[in-house]
C-alpha cells in the first residue's frame, strides 16, 4: 500500500505527520454526494456495490484524505435481522417494526448474514479502484446503539424506552444485546474477510448511559466482539461519544485505537491508556464551521499538544455535520497534510 500513515499510526508506529481522515467523510457536505442522491434512496446507494463505491471515493478523490470509509450505514445489521429500515430527509432512519416484546427479541435472526452480501461486493468494488493507495476503513454499530434504534424505532433525544428495557428487563435487554452482537461479528467478519484494511465500531450513544450500564450492557458486548475478530493487521477502532469518560473501560476491550470526543485534552487521555492503545480525535466539529485562520490555528495546537505522542490519527470528535462548507473540510486537511513534526 502507497499511503500507510493511518495503519501505521493505528499500531503506534511513528509518522511523519498524524494522518487524517473524518467521521461522516463520505457525505452530505459534499456537492458532489447530493448529484447522486437526487437519484437514489439512500438504502438504494447502500446497497449497489458500484454507487457505493462511488460515494466512498468521493472523498478520496475530492478531498485527499489518508484513509477511505466504506459508505454504509450502522443500521443495516437491524435490517438484516428484521428490522424494517427507511431513512426519510430530514427524518432520519426509521424502524417501522420497533422492538418492544419478548416475542419481537426472539423473531429477530441472527443467521442473516447473507442478507449483507451487497456490503462484500461493494468493498471488493472499492478496493478495485482504490488499487492499494490508501487503506479502507470497514465498520458496524455497536450492539448498544444499534439496540437504541431498533427500540425507538428510529432517532432519540433521550433513550426513554431503551432506558426502560435495560432498567425493568435486564434479562430481555441482554437476550436482544446479545443476538446483535453475534451478527456484528458475523458483519465485521464478513468485511474482514471481504478485504478492509481496518474497521471501526461506533457507539455513537453511549454517553446516554451511566457507568454501571455501560459497563453492562455497552462494554461487555464489545469486549465480546472485538475479542472474535478474524483478524491479523487489521486494527480495530473504538468509537463513542463519551469516551472521554468511558474511555480507560473502553481500553479493556483491547481495540488498537480509541477515537475519543471533544471534551478532553487528548495527550491527558492518552497518557492514561496503555501505551500500545492509539487515539484518534479529538476537534469539536464545530471549528470546521469558524474562519479558516481558527481552523489551522486549532489544527495546528493539537498537532504541538501531541508532538513527540506516537499513534495519533487526526479526526474530528465525532461526524462532519452536512451544513459544514466543503472549502474548510478540504482546507482543514491540507493543513494536516502540509504539516511536517
Ligand atoms: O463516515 C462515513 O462517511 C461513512 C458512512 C456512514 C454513514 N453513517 C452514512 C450516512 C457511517 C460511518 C454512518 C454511521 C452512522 N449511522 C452512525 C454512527 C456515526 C455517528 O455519527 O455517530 C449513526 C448513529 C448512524 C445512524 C444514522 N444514519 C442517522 C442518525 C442518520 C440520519 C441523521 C444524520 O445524523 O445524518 C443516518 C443517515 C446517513 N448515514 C446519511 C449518511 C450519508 C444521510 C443520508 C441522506 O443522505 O439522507
Given at each position: ?9 493505528a ?14 467523510q ?18 438504494e ?5 458500484e ?7 468521493l ?12 459508505f ?9 435481522m ?7 430527509q430530514g ?9 418492544r ?9 441472527t443467521?442473516?448474514?447473507?442478507k ?7 468493498i ?29 424505532g ?17 434479562q ?7 443476538k ?29 448511559l ?5 459497563n ?14 478474524n483478524?491479523t ?23 488498537d ?9 487528548l495527550?491527558?487521555i ?8 492509539a ?8 471549528i470546521?464551521?469558524?474562519?479558516k ?27 462532519i ?9 478540504k482546507?482543514?486537511?491540507?493543513v ?6
Amino acid at each position: 500500500m502507497t499511503n500507510t500513515l493511518l495503519l501505521d499510526a493505528a499500531f503506534s508506529i511513528e509518522t511523519p505527520r498524524p494522518p487524517v481522515w473524518f467521521m461522516r467523510q463520505a457525505g452530505r457536505f459534499m456537492p458532489q454526494y447530493w448529484e447522486i442522491k437526487n437519484k437514489y434512496s439512500f438504502l438504494e446507494m447502500c446497497k449497489t456495490p458500484e454507487i457505493a463505491a462511488d460515494v466512498t471515493m468521493l472523498p478520496v478523490d475530492l478531498l485527499g484524505i489518508d484513509a477511505a470509509i466504506l459508505f454504509s450505514d450502522i443500521l443495516v445489521t437491524g435490517e438484516a435481522m428484521g428490522g424494517d429500515l427507511s431513512f426519510t430527509q430530514g427524518v432520519g432512519p426509521k424502524f417501522a417494526n420497533p422492538i418492544r416484546t419478548a416475542a419481537d427479541i426472539e423473531a429477530l435472526e441472527t443467521n442473516c448474514i447473507h442478507k449483507l452480501q451487497y456490503v462484500a461486493d461493494a468493498i471488493k468494488v472499492i478496493q478495485q479502484r482504490l488499487n492499494k493507495s490508501i487503506p479502507l476503513i470497514g465498520f458496524a454499530g455497536a450492539p448498544f446503539t444499534v439496540m437504541s434504534y431498533l427500540v425507538e424505532g428510529g432517532s432519540s433525544k433521550d433513550f426513554k424506552l431503551t432506558k426502560l428495557l435495560i432498567h425493568n428487563q435486564p434479562q430481555l435487554a441482554h437476550r436482544l444485546l446479545a443476538k446483535i452482537a453475534k451478527v456484528t461479528i458475523d458483519y465485521l467478519n464478513l468485511q474482514i474477510a471481504a478485504g478492509v484494511n481496518a474497521v471501526q465500531l461506533f457507539d455513537s450513544w453511549a454517553l446516554a448511559l451511566s457507568w454501571d450500564d455501560y459497563n453492562e450492557f455497552s462494554h461487555r458486548y464489545n469486549v465480546e466482539i472485538i475479542a472474535a475478530l478474524n483478524r491479523t493487521n487489521v486494527p480495530v477502532i473504538s468509537f463513542c461519544k463519551g469516551s472521554s469518560v468511558f474511555a480507560p473501560l473502553m481500553a479493556e476491550a483491547k481495540p488498537d485505537v480509541i477515537s475519543i470526543d471533544w471534551n478532553v485534552d487528548l495527550k491527558d487521555i492518552k497518557s492514561r491508556l496503555p501505551h500500545n492503545i492509539a487515539v484518534q480525535g479529538n476537534l469539536d466539529p464545530h471549528i470546521l464551521y469558524a474562519d479558516k485562520a481558527v481552523i489551522k490555528d486549532r489544527i495546528h495546537r493539537l498537532f504541538e499538544r501531541m508532538r513527540g505522542e506516537k499513534g495519533f490519527i487526526f479526526n474530528l470528535g465525532h461526524g462532519i455535520m452536512p451544513d459544514i462548507p466543503f472549502d474548510n473540510v478540504k482546507y482543514a486537511i491540507d493543513v494536516v497534510k502540509e504539516f511536517r513534526y
